[in-house]
């Protein structure tokens, strides 16, 4: 039997196409037909007798069936009528963007003055990933769904999926301001620590936005002086302006058609009062020497504390986390004992710090001073032995490996003056490897 197969590969590259007109004309005659099949792509197969009755046929391979990731990116979905307004999804899939299909469909309330939503009450960008609503083409006072199907375009039934999301529009001036009201730099829910800047956010929703008058009402009273941001849409209170305690804080927003507020109660925790610290001995070397850090003496009525070690190379550093080489994390005990870092220079000024940390998640620092000498090795032999030393082959405690790694990183410079070219060092590293095997 003269048996002519043809195959068609979608989306078409020259090398795919290539690919499958070479497969196809190795099968002629043959009965049957073999081939591998891209990700995302289909195949049209057909094939042809010479005989007075063609058989043809078409199949779609389709391989594999993947659903991209759909989810609305904007922060809020209530609209003023009388502007311009977007709805923005963001599409994850391992396809490329040219390969995504996006399909918005609009579903317009049943008492809506609008029946049907045409292409030319909006506008589609960003690949299509963007709707744009045009004033005026829907009415206020009214909520809408939206529904939006996204899939790959050699296999949209397959691999579509749809996301909904409802939205409502304002008539501008016909109503007061909608104040909604939320704490920005919250770490436990509503309580925050006194020694924290608190931070609340608002978000109104008004058909005159730029005719908007905000006041807030704190109570109990704060001192102004605390206080940053009392006329404007957000206020900031700084650290120390509030006490432990229960606080209400309202803010009333106005515009001529009216007022509206919003409150919320934020729970004040103070930190913990500092406590003392020794360390044991109080001068030492770097690296080599184990040292025990003690704290006692916090207080504070929120147990139990926990408590976090670290060290700084000078006490200009203190706060800044990326001067920190933490020692441990936050752990009940109230003691421990490590090693000490290498220092990068030689100053006077070491220092160690614990924070307590209550149940709240309120956090105090406290430090002391120490003597270091720094770890000065003559040879790399004595350098490799003590990293040697200091990480372990398996860790259970994060902070603990963290810790470990400081410590050993802590001495690549002195490894580095000790052997600028790096030779001696691959030479022990080999020699090492060689003994494992």
Request: charged share 15%; glycine share 4%.
């Amino acid at each position: 039997m003269n048996i002519t197969w043809k195959i068609d590969a979608y989306p078409f590259t020259t090398t795919e196409t290539g690919r499958v007109q070479t497969i196809a004309a190795n099968h002629a005659n043959k009965t049957f037909l073999t081939f591998s099949v891209l990700p995302y792509s289909y195949y049209v197969i057909s094939a042809t007798t010479k005989i007075p009755i063609s058989q043809y046929y078409t199949s779609k391979l389709i391989y594999p069936v993947f659903n991209p990731t759909v989810h609305f990116t904007n922060p809020t979905f209530e609209f003023d009528v009388s502007l311009p307004f977007s709805l923005t999804i963001t599409v994850t899939s391992s396809c490329s963007t040219s390969d995504i299909l996006v399909m918005w469909d609009p579903v317009l309330e049943t008492d809506s003055p609008i029946k049907t939503l045409l292409p030319s009450h909006y506008t589609l960008t960003n690949g299509n990933k963007t709707i744009t609503f045009k004033p005026y083409v829907l009415t206020g006072g009214f909520s809408y769904t939206i529904k939006v199907q996204v899939g790959h375009k050699v296999n949209f039934e397959q691999s579509a999926v749809t996301v909904e999301q409802s939205f409502t529009l304002l008539t501008p001036g016909s109503s007061p301001p909608v104040v909604r009201i939320s704490v920005v730099t919250n770490h436990n829910d509503m309580v925050v620590s006194s020694a924290e800047r608190l931070v609340i956010a608002s978000n109104v929703i008004s058909g005159l936005p730029t005719s908007l008058k905000y006041a807030w009402s704190i109570s109990p009273l704060v001192d102004q002086e605390f206080i940053a941001g009392a006329g404007t849409s957000s206020i900031e209170i700084l650290p120390g302006g509030l006490v432990e305690g229960t606080y209400l804080i309202t803010l009333y927003v106005q515009d001529k058609f009216g007022t509206d507020s919003a409150s919320i109660t934020v729970i004040v925790n103070d930190p913990p009062e500092p406590g003392t610290i020794s360390v044991s001995p109080s001068k030492g070397t770097a690296v080599i020497n184990s040292f025990l850090i003690n704290t006692n003496g916090w207080v504070d009525d929120d147990r139990p504390l926990l408590y976090r070690y670290a060290f700084y190379e000078s006490s200009e550093d203190v706060g800044k986390l990326d001067k920190m080489y933490l020692l441990s994390n936050f752990t009940t005990e109230n003691q421990i004992t490590v090693r000490l870092p290498n220092p990068k220079t030689t100053k006077a000024d070491y220092v160690i710090a614990v924070a307590a940390m209550d149940t709240f998640g309120s956090v105090k620092e406290n430090y002391t001073k120490i003597t270091l000498q720094p770890y000065s090795p003559t040879t790399v032999d004595e350098v490799l032995t003590q990293m040697n030393t200091i990480v372990q082959n398996q860790y259970t405690d994060p902070a603990k490996a963290l810790s470990d790694i400081n410590l050993a990183v802590s001495l690549l410079p002195t490894l580095q003056k000790l052997d600028p070219s790096n030779s001696s060092v691959v030479a022990k590293v080999n020699e090492y490897i060689s003994s494992r095997n």
